[in-house]
């Protein structure tokens, strides 16, 4: 599994750090290598684009993997010197990289805004690098037992529970020009297939989002 | 699920076993409903009630419960309350069915609803918390056992609730199926999407009779060739027969005189519907006839002469 990232238009990032003139970088080795949005590659681009445009790159670190807290405390103790001369940290990561920098530099660098240079897009299936797929919206609830291993919530465009709708022909999906195959139809062959269409058939409730609609947390110890 | 109680006339016809005929209003972009007023008092004397469509393709409209609430009153023929899952959750929507009832609405229609992203404001949020088919459901809870996720209603709605089917779905048993749902759901009536087919139809009629939910069939008789046209060129799913496009354009062609075109257009309709619906009133799979034909009123004396001549 990868989280999925796209690069952030530059101007959007420039728009975002420009109060700012000392960068450190930090970019992730992880997903964001794999995506070409981060990684050692990454990096480099983004340092050259910015001294181009006359910022001062403090320092560059590439952590292996940005979102896990042990891992930024370590690597951010190789570079407190120059954290003490940084403006801004600009981070080549998803949006959970972010959080974990400002967490862990909340105690000794309170006053350093972190900025990203992506859009954290999706969860991603990989079937080869270029080429990563949402099938998973991770909502807490997993259906896929009863559905043939085929997500609604992901693949039907209305996440509707009770698919497909009118909006579907010939199997494709009204959003998005009919290019896209209708998740429901997808679930209904996939069943078909398994002989199980007694799971198709069933009247389902709709997502209780009590649980589901709001931030979450996994704390087992 | 056949009719228990009796709330509207529409609900009195399904459970007399009566043939019925429904119309079709659009409100549109506007605070003023003269235009569609005036329709729904030009079809009153032939259907039991008219659909009203709850912003169409996705594109914003005057809300249909207003347009419902206000056609009724203004005009006195009984309407369907479109309402679509696309922008309201469930908890708006619960509230909205006791308003509904307060404001005289005693049918409505569960439907999905094209997606925000096909209309006019694509940015925004799509909703979709329930669907059609758990819609109905939540219906049949408030207004059978008069509560609401187990919280009792001191007075509860009374309203029928009816589902939508599409007889050009492919592949069509994933449809079937999904009217299987919306049965089980409590849905009291089906309206079914605009067909031309009629061995497609009749397979689709003939399998969903299993269900025993009343169906009353999606038509669409075409005012002009320009209608026909748009309508098969723009409604996704649904084609209109090349033969009938034909017909109509030569219409279009024969006739310089507007009123002996209408009239042209007319008995064209009246032609190709009369042995369309007298073949599945033969084959006993009609409990009624929807005709979404909007903006083309003049045409009902002439359905209801396909009807009666059907019988």
Known sequence: MTIITTKKPFEEILSAIKHTKNITIVSCASCAAMCQTGGTEGAKEMAEKLEAEGFNITTVIVP???????????????????????????????????????????????????????????????????????????????????????????????????????????????????????????????????????????????VDWSESGHQREVVWR | MAVKKVYSKLGEKIANGEFILTGELEPEKTTDLSHTIEEAREMAPYVVAANVTDSPLGIVTINSMAATHLIQKESNLECIWQLTVRDVNKLGIAGMMMGAHALGIRNVLSLT?????????????????LDSAT?????????????????????????????????????????????????????????????????????????????????LLGIFPMKSYAIAKGFDEFVPGVSVPKDILSRWKSIKKDYTDKKMQKEAYDQAN??????????????????????????YPRIFPKLMEVIDNAN
Not at chain 1, 127 to 142: K, S
Not at chain 1, 145 to 173: F, H, Q, R, Y
């Open chain 2, 135 to 215: 819609l109905i459901k939540l219906v049949r809870e408030m207004v059978d056992k008069g509560s609401i996720n187990g919280h009792e209603i001191e007075a509860p709605p009374t309203l029928h609730v009816g589902g939508a089917a599409n007889p050009n779905a492919n592949p069509v048993e994933s449809e079937i199926l999904k009217i299987g749902r919306k049965a089980e759901a409590g849905a009291e009536f089906i309206q079914t999407q605009v067909v031309y087919d009629l061995d497609k139809t009749i397979e689709f009629l003939t399998e969903i009779k299993k269900y025993k939910v009343p169906v």
């Open chain 1, 64 to 206: 292996e993997e940005v979102c896990d807290n042990r891992v930024m405390k370590k690597d951010f103790r190789q570079i407190e010197e120059e954290l003490e001369q940084t403006d801004a940290i600009l981070t080549l990561s998803c949006g959970l990289g972010v959080a974990s920098i400002t967490d862990v530099l909340a105690k000794k660098f309170p006053q350093i805004p972190v900025f990203i240079g992506t859009n954290t897009e999706f969860m991603g299936m990989t079937e080869r690098i270029g080429r990563f797929y949402m099938r998973c919206r991770g909502c807490g609830d997993c259906l896929l037992n009863e559905t043939g291993g085929i997500c609604p919530i992901t693949t039907c465009a209305k996440s509707l529970m009770n698919g497909p709708c009118g909006g579907m022909v010939d199997g494709k999906c009204e959003v998005g020009n009919y290019e896209r195959d209708c998740g429901w139809v997808l679930i209904y062959k996939r069943l078909k297939e398994l002989g199980r269409l007694d799971l198709y058939s069933k009247l389902r409730d709709p």
């Open chain 2, 113 to 129: 609803g094209d997606h925000t992203a096909l209309g006019d404001m694509p940015e925004s949020k799509p909703v979709f918390d």
């Open chain 2, 270 to 295: 009246y032609e190709f519907f009369k042995p369309f619906i007298t073949e599945l009133r033969k084959k006993n799979l009609l409990d009624g006839i929807h005709c979404m034909a909007v903006h």
